[in-house]
């Protein structure tokens, strides 16, 4: 009988040992996965989509400064803000217990940001890190007018729901001035109507969907990454460049509203150009593999194409091209820039992605070519100096601080408005930003314009993967001219439009 | 040794199960004060909601022996009923309710067809199928369920003026969401339990227990394993519209093979074949990956550590498995054998013919402790 009685909580025992071992193991694997982790197969998530090997970037500011950019609150009407392009807030709509300087006092900025940092999409919880390391830096030299930024982060495992609840709490706890880099798209649209009622400002959601420039309805809700719809745009100038005399092209699409808005913004721009999509194949998220897709576009021998998709659906896009007897020029989305995640797995098949192009908008810091950029040093030196347990060749962190580096901006700017750092004064600090970005490529420019536009990044650098020993990774090197659309999207609803065509 | 022995059916005994309803009818209503924040009073909406799609699934699973893992797709099929005809068609959130009812019970019959050739491992892996099916049909149908980004109806349930609830407070509609998703979870478990009591509840359970005597008794096997299914789904369904009464936002993933597996696992932390099972289960989903997200954030060796969080997954797992091994019953049985060493109610003598009592079980109030296929105990001959 005792040993019956002892079996169990024996067995019980024993079964844990196995998790912490399988945990031991687990943790491992998620560190290789994190490595590279820009994008899953999330699909309309992709926040860290964003890094960069291409020329070197350009002289900005480490730590933003003010520009004495004319905005704030208005000299008569206390409650009425104003910013760039038209742009105003009237703090008379906010509930009537609304507090301008929620989270905000003379010593402290108290944020917030929900994002996963457990789960399939863990990796992108770094980013959370990094943002944190990068105000930890500009707490060093000063802070925001002697305010220190920090940073309070929850995990909702990319679980919309879950992100709800956190928001919810952080709304109720009353202590935080904003949101930033709420990651994924359905976590961000779960959450919007009611920071907007709150007037809450969310800021920079970690997603690329076009809806973040939706200034008429979500006034109180900004974007930060190039959005798909304008990076099909730059695939298209940029193929008006390279094929003067007009070129057929065909396109694997994701079947959602991810694939969606790369094939609204592509039709967008062709139309009266001499380039004309000859086929469209539609993928599921579940399909096992593409070849019924690449056997389809490949028989119209098209000159381009695209692969409008993510995830290792764009290992398996470049994999039947580089196998097959059909040679397009392909153009791929950035959310698939991530050498060691999606051209690592090709080195396997023997194969390398090489001539794969795609559109990058900020600079790598693991590039030796932007090794001396005044951003990269600090952020190289910064990052263990912070946190030990931070790699600074995890791109996810420099992510963190590219996200960081336009909250700071923000800040510094709503500190010198009439009316002083609050919370109205910082969401029309978000959307009259006018300063460029050390951590952009060379030449792009990082703007918002109140009603007029409201995407912040609307340029990118065209990049091909060149490949010189096949067993190694290769580098993406500059291919043509910078691609710049700044400011020519307008607002969400010139995408609605759009998709509404489409 | 119990320390108080209360016969069946005595003023003692019913003073007792009285106080035990008042009890637990008083902390469901005084809840929505006990919280501090909304927040923590729509996760008790949640945890309402999911209890009745686990409820849903223990009629499959507890009482009629067969085993589901698709029903994650029928309280999908629910939620997206209701956010739709909300969002697209404006209906009020109370109309959607018997339309998704409606539906998920179709889809169950039809899900449940197979169960009358397949059992065990098979119908396993048919009911997978369904949860794997339900995201990818989401994504299919976009422009009706708007994909991968999720429907969401703007129009939340606001409190009408005629109840004392402030539609203007921040706590007010959340505490009036909370109350009416009790109130219908209410009505859906008083159905169950009187299915459970009545000829079909007992056609099921003979037949969970044995095939062949309740076909020779007279149980149509085939009709009542559809039926049961199709109930089961349909009562999911409800589960899905109340989520949605909560939180008028359904995704893909919400509705994956994800909240399948869980909606077993949380049956078996509450504890198989037990009504009330599914509310320890419920919480259980709700609040352990809540709050072992909370530790892990302050485990000081953990702090700054890429991947730190991801050690709640494994808090989790660390519970699951003491439940299986510690408690094989669930939470419920565990509850019920405390409560023996205290109470004991044992039959009342004067219905025996004999007039003398039998020796009383441990668990008098249970229909049926014994689930051979998937407790691993048999409670009824345990020393």
């Known amino acids: ?502 | 040794m119990a320390k108080l022995t209360l016969t069946e059916r005595t003023p003692a005994h019913l003073a007792y199960r009285l106080v035990g309803w008042g009890l637990a009818a008083a902390a469901l209503l005084y809840l929505p004060w006990f919280a501090h924040t909304p927040a923590r009073i729509d996760q008790y909406s949640q945890v309402v909601a999911y209890a009745v799609a686990i409820l849903a699934l223990n009629l499959v699973i507890g009482y009629s022996g067969q085993i589901s893992l698709g029903h994650s797709a029928f309280v999908g099929i629910g939620a997206y009923t209701t956010v739709i005809l909300v969002a697209d068609h404006h209906w009020s959130y109370f109309a959607t309710l018997p339309v998704s009812f409606a539906l998920a019970f179709v889809v169950g019959v039809v899900v449940g067809l197979p169960a009358l050739r397949i059992r065990g491992l098979y119908l396993a892996v048919v009911t997978l199928a369904v949860a794997t099916a339900f995201p990818t049909l989401v994504l299919k149908f976009d422009s009706l369920t708007n994909g991968a980004n999720g429907k969401q109806a703007k129009e939340k349930l606001v409190p009408p003026s005629w109840t004392p609830f402030d539609a203007h407070s921040r706590f007010g509609p959340v505490a009036y969401r909370y109350f009416v998703i009790l109130a219908i979870a209410v009505v859906v478990f008083v159905l169950v339990r009187n299915l459970l009591r009545s000829r079909v509840g007992r056609a099921l359970i003979a037949s969970r227990d044995n095939q062949t005597s309740a076909a020779v008794a007279g149980v149509n096997l085939p009709v009542y394993r559809v039926l049961v299914f199709g109930m089961s789904a349909a009562f999911a369904g409800v589960a899905g519209s109340l989520l949605m009464i909560y939180n008028p936002q359904a995704t893909d993933g919400k509705f994956g093979i994800e909240l399948a597996i869980f909606l077993v696992v949380a049956l078996v932390i509450g504890g198989v074949a037990t009504l009330s099972g599914a509310v320890p289960g419920a919480l259980a989903y709700v609040f352990i990956p809540y709050y072992a997200t909370q530790w892990t954030d302050n485990f000081g060796f953990l702090k700054g550590r890429p991947g730190a969080a991801s050690i709640s997954g494994v808090v989790y797992g660390v519970l699951l498995l003491g439940f299986v091994f510690l408690l094989p019953g669930g939470v419920i049985d565990g509850l019920r054998r405390l409560r023996a060493r205290i109470v004991r109610v044992v039959p009342n003598p004067s219905w025996l013919p004999t007039g003398r009592a039998p020796a009383p079980r441990p668990d008098a109030e249970d229909l049926d402790p014994t689930f051979p296929q998937l407790t691993t105990t048999n409670r009824g001959n345990n020393p």
């Open chain 1, 1 to 502: 009988m005792r040993a019956t009685r002892w079996s169990k909580p024996a067995a019980f025992v024993m079964a844990v040992g196995l998790v912490a071992a399988a945990c031991g193991s687990s943790s491992k694997g998620s560190s290789s996965t994190t490595a590279g982790a820009t994008t899953t197969a999330g699909a309309t998530t992709t926040a860290g989509a964003t890094t960069t090997v291409a020329s070197g970037g350009q002289v900005g500011d480490v730590i933003p400064k003010a520009t004495n950019q004319p905005y704030g609150q208005d000299a008569t009407t206390k409650t009425l803000y104003k910013g760039a392009g038209g742009f105003q807030i009237d703090t008379t709509k906010c509930p009537s217990d609304w507090n301008p300087t929620q989270g905000i006092t003379d010593k402290q900025i108290d944020l917030f940001i929900s994002l996963p940092k457990a789960g399939p999409l863990a990796g992108f919880g770094l980013i959370a890190d990094g943002a944190q390391s990068y105000f930890n830096y500009v707490n060093s030299k000063g802070g925001i007018g002697g305010r220190n930024i920090v940073l309070t982060s929850k995990d909702d495992g990319y679980k919309p729901d879950v992100t709800k609840t956190n928001i919810d709490e952080a709304l109720q706890a009353k202590k935080y001035a904003n949101t930033l880099t709420v990651l994924g798209t359905p976590n961000n649209l779960a959450v919007w109507d009611e920071l907007n009622t709150e007037c809450m400002p969310q800021l920079l959601n970690g997603t690329g969907a076009a809806q973040w420039g939706d200034v008429e309805n979500h006034p109180w809700t900004t974007g930060m990454q190039l959005d798909y719809f304008t990076e099909a745009k730059l695939w298209a100038t940029w193929l008006k460049g390279k094929y003067p005399n007009g070129a057929k092209v065909a396109a694997i699409v994701y079947n959602n509203d991810f694939g969606k808005s790369y094939e609204a913004g592509f039709k967008s721009a062709i139309k009266g150009t001499n380039l004309t999509l000859v086929s469209e194949q539609f993928h599921d998220a579940t399909t096992p593999n593409l070849d019924n897709q690449y056997t389809t576009v490949a028989a119209t021998n098209a000159d381009v194409l695209l692969l409008s998709t993510t995830g290792s659906f764009c290992t398996q896009g470049m994999a039947a091209v580089e196998k097959g007897s059909w040679h397009p020029t392909v153009i791929m989305s950035g959310t698939c820039g991530s050498l060691a995640q999606f051209f690592g797995p090709l080195l396997k098949q023997g194969l390398t992605g090489k001539g794969t192009n795609i559109i990058q908008t900020f600079v790598d810091v693991n590039d030796p070519a932007n090794a001396n950029l005044p951003i990269v040093q600090a952020y190289s030196s910064w990052l263990p100096k912070d946190s030990p347990a931070l790699d600074p060749t995890k791109t996810t962190y420099f992510t963190g601080w590219i996200f960081a580096w336009y909250m700071t901006e923000i800040l510094q700017q709503a500190n010198s408005y009439a009316g002083g750092l609050n919370r109205a004064n910082i969401m029309i600090a978000a959307r009259s930003i006018d300063q460029t970005s050390p951590m952009l490529i060379k030449g792009l420019q990082s703007k918002m314009n109140g009603l007029k536009d409201a995407y912040l990044t609307e340029g990118g650098q065209m990049v091909t993967y060149q490949v010189a020993d096949p067993a190694q990774l290769g580098k993406f090197v500059p291919a043509g001219d910078l691609l710049n659309l700044e400011g020519q999207l307008g607002t969400y609803a010139a995408v609605k439009k759009a998709l509404a065509g489409s």
